[in-house]
């Protein structure tokens, strides 16, 4: 089974500041991990993906993230803040097994002050 | 267009009534997820399709919901008798399977449920 803790249901940073979002996973199984955005009113939308590999990914819209399999942690960052990155951002796991869910986390607010 | 298309945007119908949401899948995507998403909540797993067949409803919350992928598809979720708290949006995914893929979901914009 898995389970996704994200820390911080709202993140608010200043047009320029560093995103940092916190997702922490539990997992029986090795994880894949993913990011996705929700603007308001909008599906949701992939921005990274960790499968194998290299453990920092990167995505689109200047967003990346590191696996860290030690303390079981895949923080999203950006180094610099815009304000179109104002939305929802969810961390989510899921197995390796094939067709398997994908389980979600709690979601992480983030708002951007000019 | 080439996403995820669901219908209707959104249902706002009365308690105990009956509700059909429809999910229409990319082409060639053959894994379809249904989810449902409450008000400040991530997303909550319903049923999963591989092909026609389900192969996984085990977040289904009760018997009321059921939903079918009788070509392996379009999907329809059906909630019957309907209570205030089935009120959400409803989130239709669909994923390319096989070996070596990653399994990305691609989703809809979702239909907002409203039982008055």
């Known amino acids: 089974a898995q389970s996704v803790t994200q820390l911080g249901s709202h993140v608010s940073v200043s047009e320029g500041a560093l995103v940092l979002l916190r997702c922490n996973y539990s997992?029986?199984?090795?994880?894949?991990l993913f990011w996705y955005v929700q603007y308001p009113n909008q599906g949701l939308q992939l921005l990274l993906k960790?499968?194998?590999?290299?453990?920092l990914v990167k995505g689109i819209n200047g967003f990346e993230a590191e696996f860290k399999k030690s303390e079981t942690s895949f923080h999203l960052t950006k180094p610099s803040a815009h304000m179109s990155d104002a939305a929802e951002y969810f961390c989510?796991?899921?197995?390796?097994?094939?067709?398997?869910?994908?389980?979600f986390g709690e979601g992480t607010q983030l708002t951007v002050n000019p | 267009g080439a996403g995820v298309s669901q219908t209707p945007s959104n249902k706002v119908t009365e308690k105990g009534k009956y509700v059909e949401l429809r999910c229409d899948p990319i082409?060639?995507?053959?894994?379809l997820y249904w989810y449902r998403q409450s008000l400040g909540q991530g997303p909550e797993f319903l049923i999963y399709?591989?092909?026609?067949?389900?192969?996984?409803d085990s977040g289904l919350p009760n018997d009321r919901f059921f939903a079918v992928r009788p070509e392996g598809s379009v999907s329809t979720l059906k909630i019957q008798r309907t209570e205030r708290g089935d009120s959400a949006v409803y989130l239709c995914?669909?994923?390319?399977?096989?070996?070596?893929?990653?399994?990305?979901?691609?989703f809809g914009e979702g239909s907002r449920l409203t039982v008055l």
């Open positions: 960790y499968t194998t590999g290299a453990t």
């Open positions: 997992s029986s199984v090795p994880p894949y």
């Open positions: 399709f591989q092909g026609t067949g389900a192969a996984d």
């Open positions: 082409s060639g995507h053959t894994a």
């Open positions: 995914a669909s994923s390319l399977m096989g070996q070596g893929n990653t399994g990305e979901l691609f």
């Open positions: 989510a796991v899921r197995g390796e097994t094939s067709g398997s869910r994908l389980t």
